[in-house]
């Protein structure tokens, strides 16, 4: 009797301990796990994976720009937006670490005579960067928003997010999402979607959403670079795969895979990476955390653009309101930067002599053959550099020329929509206009 019982205690213990834990995830499995990599395995700062109420404000919907794709999932619009009085309003999304943006959103709502209340409704998480994780407690809507906050994780200080750069990051949204529509089926890359954006245009304020339903219920892990190249985290993963050499497997499973990623990009889109650091990118693994050769991209708003690529295909009007500093002619800049922005783990030494093969500097020309070799594979053109790479830093940079005989063929192929296993270009899907 006395070992039943014992038995029915503990049975009740570890439903008790089960049931606590289905209920503290408010989020996905999948979004819980990447939460915990962003915060737990980040060696730049410290964050939390411990949820919270995240603030917002309610304020009319005629006060603020809207540029929403008709793609969005029906559900964030369902928490974003809500009728009060026969008026719609927007829950204005306050980041809980910023301390002195919020006061311009106040004071223009001071201005226009709306009550400055903050309200309590979503449940958030932090990230390694100014990025939420949102969720909406009623209908389980799980989605990123990155508002103006001058405070952040790492080393992002003070980050205003301007109306015009949300802006951007919805054209560029909207174009990489037809063309992926259109073409065949991505082998490296898992895009992430950024299909909406709001806008208090009087004081320069945006509101970014992204959406993560790509990875939601997909049974994967999704590992930001951060953690990959955080020095317990990578070394445990390597491990659970097999390898005691860290350094060497995460050559082959994230530098590598990530340069046939960026090549696949650069020839899908005309678009390159300015600040391609390892908090832009996930690894994906499966359910028993083996990397499947796939990288998550995200926030690919911060991008060079090729004036050639995008007059090749009829959409000059890009490249017009991008940065004029980031539109480049008569060549890609490839860049990768791994450790831009983080601390090296011990396993790779990025001050090693530029000839060893355990080296950062090894991962560089890693990086470049591969991408170069996919870049090929992809188009059935080869590109030509003027020079080897550069390193400036944390960062690997390579000029490859268009104007020359090679970068001429392959501006043929783009014109042909044919670049990439004949995919047709055309122009960006309708938005819903709020």
């Not at 603020?64 to 009060?84: G, N, T, W, Y």
């Not at 306050?94 to 106040?106: C, F, L």
């Not at 001071?110 to 969720?135: C, D, H, M, W």
Request: net charge neutral; hydrophobic share 35%; with cysteine.
């Amino acid at each position: 009797m006395k070992f039943l019982r014992r038995k029915i205690s503990v049975f009740l213990a570890f439903a008790l301990s089960f049931l606590l834990t289905i209920q503290s995830w408010a989020i996905s499995r999948e979004m819980n796990a990447l939460v915990k990599f962003e915060t737990g395995s980040n060696a730049v700062s410290t964050r939390s994976s411990t949820k919270i109420l995240v603030e917002h404000y309610e304020i009319p919907l005629r006060l603020v720009e809207s540029d929403v794709a008709l793609r969005i999932d029906p559900k964030i619009m369902q928490s974003l937006i809500f009728e009060k009085n026969g008026e719609k309003y927007i829950r204005w999304i306050i980041n809980p670490e910023d301390t002195t943006w919020y006061k311009e959103v106040e004071t223009l709502m001071l201005k226009n005579e709306i009550p400055v209340e903050r309200k309590q409704y979503f449940e958030g998480y932090q990230t390694a960067s100014r990025s939420y994780i949102i969720v909406d407690p009623v209908n389980k809507a799980e989605f990123s928003a990155k508002v103006s906050t001058d405070k952040t994780g790492g080393n992002w200080t003070d980050k205003k997010q301007t109306y015009e750069d949300a802006w951007q990051i919805r054209m560029v949204a909207d174009y990489v999402n037809d063309l992926v529509k259109k073409g065949p089926e991505l082998k490296n890359i898992i895009l992430l979607d950024e299909p909406a954006i709001f806008g208090l245009k009087e004081i320069d304020h945006g509101m970014v959403i992204r959406e993560y339903g790509k990875l939601a219920k997909s049974g994967h892990y999704y590992v930001p670079g951060f953690s990959i190249m955080h020095d317990e985290t990578g070394r445990k993963l390597a491990k659970l795969n097999g390898s005691d050499d860290p350094a060497a497997y995460w050559n082959e499973n994230y530098n590598k895979p990530l340069a046939r990623a960026i090549a696949e990009f650069v020839a899908l889109t005309g678009m390159t990476y300015d600040s391609p650091h390892s908090q832009n990118f996930l690894v994906e693994l499966d359910k028993n955390k083996k990397p499947t050769g796939k990288i998550v991209f995200r926030d690919y708003g911060d991008t060079y653009l090729s004036e050639d690529f995008f007059t090749a295909i009829g959409r000059p009007d890009i490249p017009q309101r991008w940065e004029l500093q980031n539109v480049l002619k008569d060549r890609f800049s490839i860049s990768v930067g791994i450790l831009h922005g983080n601390k090296a783990p011990s396993w790779i030494n990025p001050l090693q002599d530029l000839e060893s093969k355990e080296s950062y500097n090894q991962w560089g020309r890693d990086f470049y053959s591969e991408f170069s070799s996919e870049f090929s594979n992809q188009t059935g053109v080869s590109l030509t550099s003027p020079s080897t790479h550069l390193r400036a830093g944390m960062y690997f940079q390579k000029r490859f020329d268009l104007n020359d005989k090679n970068g001429l063929e392959f501006m043929e192929l783009v014109k042909a929509g044919k670049q990439r296993a004949h995919l047709n270009y055309g122009k960006c899907s309708h938005v819903l206009a709020m």
